[in-house]
């Protein structure tokens, strides 16, 4: 049976713009504020819901719900940064106490609200895709062509805005920041806000593509945070050479492997790396 | 002036002796709970806490050498594994493998130590994630080898039997295991606590502050941070070995990434800065989901509800509570970003 | 000699801190190290200890060749060391900061500290009088009790002074021992100084106070990294090379 290159080409790269887009938000936040955000995966899972019960419950269209769900969850982010990011900024550890928090609590109202059984979103755009000899799901080509068009979205915004710029700055050194006028709190909301849009975004893709249930946002998370230490702090065009590198270890190695010796390669790759670089691979030096 | 040192000097005292009474009182409570407790399932919640507050108690030992691990279930897995596979392959007693499979984390630790531990502080966070992970998986793969989903058929403890002064057997003796586990965990806890008190404890301070200091006074930081590792891997091991000749099946859930983020926050919650730091904190957290079971699925919202006030309002963790000095509850000021914090 | 280097050269890409250094420190003396800002002063200390690795050329101490071995073991050696930038183990009271830079001597084994023998608590007690004498010489035996980051500026240098102290060295290296200090302090300084000199320490020192050439034997002029004056104090202040390093060249108004 030989391997048609193509068709694990267009896997590689269904699979590494999932992770990139889940990622992405995640990278934000990280390199702008320092922050390790664990809350992103409940984030994510409840852009999933939001976009399910606008469209499944209440019937609204699909892309429109999408739509409202990245405005809302995006909203929430300012409640997110003004009152569970802003108090603990420069300690991480009670930072990371109140993500999980966030987590914890999150979980167990979507879990009373809506229970646990497993739901799923139809797919944005039904149907496969054939030609050349290669087959790709529709969904999966529309999450890809949205995430690269996000991803390009924010690598220019940050190169090319002055909040961009600001953010920059900012990632590098808060306080010089801070004294060069800066308005460091509008900086952080904005991030917070996007990388919440985003984690939204990918929530209501995903939901179509994988399930949705309160817990799925659990394995995304550690996904997200391969491939953002992978990447490096402070470099978000950075996660695209890493969602790229473990998309393609994920789709090419499970041909071989069993699913849970396929993580321990790719998790092996990662320590390997930081072993030597722990700034990762695009990342500043520490 | 004289009578006014006196004063100083007894309060000091009195409270020297408080510490030491409450501790006498707690310890008796300890070792009556069986008595009064005779509920299989309550006896069980208090043995997994148990064991979880020496895994947590090693973690911030290694922590105090400013290292934080997040993927200690890990070396809690490898001493379980290694003893239940060392008594159930090979037929050896769990009196010994208990002590084997803590030997084996320990070595693990030593194995990967010189690496992992050269990388620095959050980077060694995520090394340790990364690392425990992998780990849990390795079991995963391990299992499908041999085509078990679990291990299972651990022997417990064999019984104990000294003719004339003793004879226990542990088979579905809930009392006897809470017995041993608390022995045990004083014994662990005693040694971490010495350890941390003495000038090997002060050394790992020291290179947590400054690292460059510490080398500069002939400090081989390379050398202290794994033997931190190494110690808090022994202990790690011993308790996981514990748990599973206590649950008597092991499954690689056990010990992945939620369950390592747990520990670090039962940490964190508890309180960096003291040694009882952990103990509170892990005890808080698996007492309290039990206690209040009778809420279902609203007893997570308490515990969340707990790890927000802590969080907002015992910086310093839930021991700090018990602090002399310190400011205990702080006020909640506008403008906080950005304070210079102690 | 105590203390010597052989065309020392360290290069952090394309920038050389130190070009082709060669220095000599004898027994008993105090040698000053001066030059402007950014003239690699720190670096030297740096590369003396082990903190870089040189590019090329040699640090011999006592004969043996160091280039190269690691701050611990420089430590081992009997170099002690302070830092410009006043580091410390800033939570530790100052006496726990001396108390745990006697590290080295005598040593203490991880199973004695464990089981807190009778040797350790002995080995423990002589920690702590040594310490005490320390605090005393540098005379901050008063404040024993304070935290350190709570130290006011002139302290933490002395605690410094203190730590390094603690390490037992036959070579000091004082990396701007004075800098930030007021009037009294300097002068309480550099009577501790003189004390320890008598006591037969040797003493690389670099600073900027010119106050302070008065104490040493013989001064060292870095600029770029490379050595261009060296000589007694008072013909140092009058070099030419010397005032073109620090002041510039004349313009021609």
Not at chain 2, 272 to 285: C, D, M
Request: charged share 15%; net charge positive.
């Amino acid at each position: 049976m030989g391997i048609d290159v193509a068709q694990v080409a267009i896997n590689v790269l269904m699979l590494s713009s999932m992770y990139i887009l889940m990622a992405l938000g995640f990278a934000i936040l990280l390199s702008v504020l320092g922050i390790m955000n664990f809350a992103h995966s409940v984030i994510y899972m409840v852009g999933g819901y939001i976009c399910y019960q606008l469209a499944v419950v209440y019937g609204l269209n699909q892309w429109f719900s999408l739509i409202l769900a990245t405005v809302i969850v995006g909203l929430f982010g300012l409640f997110l940064e003004r009152f569970c990011f802003r108090p603990f900024f420069g300690d991480g550890n009670r930072t990371m106490v109140m993500t999980l928090a966030i987590i914890v609590l999150v979980e167990t109202i979507v879990n009373i609200l809506v229970g646990t059984q497993v739901r799923s979103l139809p797919a944005f755009v039904p149907g496969v895709i054939k030609g050349a000899g290669i087959s790709v799901s529709a969904d999966r080509l529309v999450t890809f062509i949205i995430g690269a068009v996000l991803t390009a979205t924010m690598i220019l915004l940050i190169r090319k805005t002055m909040i961009g710029q600001k953010m920059l700055a900012i990632s590098q050194d808060s306080v010089g920041a801070a004294l060069q006028g800066i308005n460091i709190y509008k900086i952080s909301s904005t991030a917070t806000v996007v990388a919440c849009a985003l984690a939204a975004v990918s929530g209501g893709l995903m939901a179509a593509i994988l399930r949705l249930s309160p817990y799925i946002g659990d394995t995304m998370l550690v996904k997200a945070i391969e491939i953002v230490i992978l990447a490096g702090i402070g470099s978000i065009s950075g996660v695209v050479g890493a969602g790229l590198i473990l998309g393609a270890l994920d789709s090419c190695l499970p041909l071989y492997l069993s699913g849970a010796a396929t993580e321990v390669v790719g998790l092996c790759v990662i320590i390997l790396i930081l072993l030597f670089r722990p700034q990762g691979l695009f990342g500043r030096e520490a | 002036m004289l009578k006014n040192m006196l004063k100083i000097d007894l309060s000091y005292q009195k409270v020297k002796y408080a510490k030491i009474f409450t501790g006498i009182v707690i310890l008796l409570l300890l070792f009556l709970i069986p008595v009064f407790i005779h509920k299989p399932y309550y006896l069980h919640i208090f043995i997994l806490a148990i064991i979880y507050i020496i895994v947590v108690c090693s973690l911030r030992t290694v922590a105090l050498s400013g290292q934080v691990s997040i993927g200690h279930a890990a070396f809690m897995a490898i001493g379980a594994y290694a003893s239940g596979i060392l008594a159930k392959q090979f037929g050896l007693t769990p009196w010994l493998t208990i002590f084997l499979g803590a030997v084996v984390s320990m070595l693990f630790a030593l194995a990967i130590g010189f690496p992992f531990t050269r990388v620095r502080a959050f980077y060694f966070s995520m090394v340790s994630l990364f690392g425990g992970i992998a780990i849990m998986n390795l079991i995963r793969v391990a299992e499908k080898w041999t085509g078990a989903t679990s291990l299972a058929g651990i022997p417990p403890l064999d019984s104990l039997n000294i003719p004339g002064i003793v004879q226990i057997t542990f088979s579905n003796q809930k009392a006897a295991y809470y017995y041993f586990i608390l022995i045990v965990a004083l014994l662990c806890l005693a040694f971490l606590y010495s350890l941390e008190h003495s000038r090997i404890g002060m050394t790992w301070k020291a290179i947590s502050q400054s690292h460059q200091v510490a080398s500069s006074v002939g400090i081989n930081e390379s050398r202290y941070r794994v033997l931190a590792l190494a110690v808090g891997c022994f202990f790690s091991g011993l308790a996981g070995a514990c748990y599973a000749h206590y649950n008597l099946v092991l499954t690689p859930s056990t010990f992945g990434f939620l369950p390592s983020i747990y520990l670090v926050m039962y940490m964190l919650v508890g309180g960096l800065g003291s040694f009882w730091g952990p103990v509170l904190g892990t005890a808080i957290f698996v007492l309290v989901p039990e206690i209040f079971r009778w809420m279902k699925e609203y007893t997570p919202l308490l515990v969340g509800g707990i790890m927000v006030i802590v969080v907002f309002l015992l910086p310093k963790g839930m021991v700090s509570l018990f602090y002399r000095n310190e400011p205990k509850i702080r006020k909640i000021h506008k403008k906080e970003a950005l304070r210079y914090d102690a | 000699m105590m203390l010597k280097t052989e065309e020392l050269t360290k290069n952090f890409g394309g920038l050389t801190a130190v070009n082709k250094l060669d220095l000599q420190v004898h027994e008993g003396e105090i040698v000053g190290l001066i030059g402007p800002n950014g003239a690699g002063k720190t670096t030297v200390f740096n590369l003396i200890t082990g903190v870089f690795r040189p590019t090329s050329g040699k640090v011999i101490f006592s004969g043996e060749n160091i280039t190269g071995c690691k701050p611990h073991e420089a430590a081992k050696k009997g170099i002690g060391r302070t830092f410009q930038a006043g580091f410390l183990f800033s939570d530790f009271t100052v006496l726990d900061n001396v108390v745990a830079s006697f590290f080295l001597d005598p040593r203490v084994g991880f199973w004695e500290a464990a089981f807190k023998t009778p040797a350790y608590w002995k080995k423990e007690a002589y920690i702590r009088r040594q310490a005490l004498d320390i605090l005393r010489v540098v005379g901050m035996a008063d404040v024993q009790s304070e935290l350190a980051r709570n130290l006011p500026h002139g302290y933490q240098k002395t605690l410094g002074l203190a730590r390094a102290l603690a390490v037992k060295p036959k070579l000091l290296l004082l990396d701007e021992p004075l800098a930030g200090m007021t009037q009294s302090e300097i002068a309480f300084s550099l009577q501790t100084l003189a004390h320890i000199r008598q006591q037969g320490m040797t003493i690389l020192m670099v600073e900027h106070n010119m106050e302070i050439m008065k104490l040493c034997d013989r001064v060292v002029v870095i600029n770029f990294g490379h050595k261009i004056a060296e000589g007694l104090p008072e013909d140092i202040q009058q070099n030419k090379d010397v005032m073109e390093a620090y002041l510039g060249v004349e313009d021609a108004a």
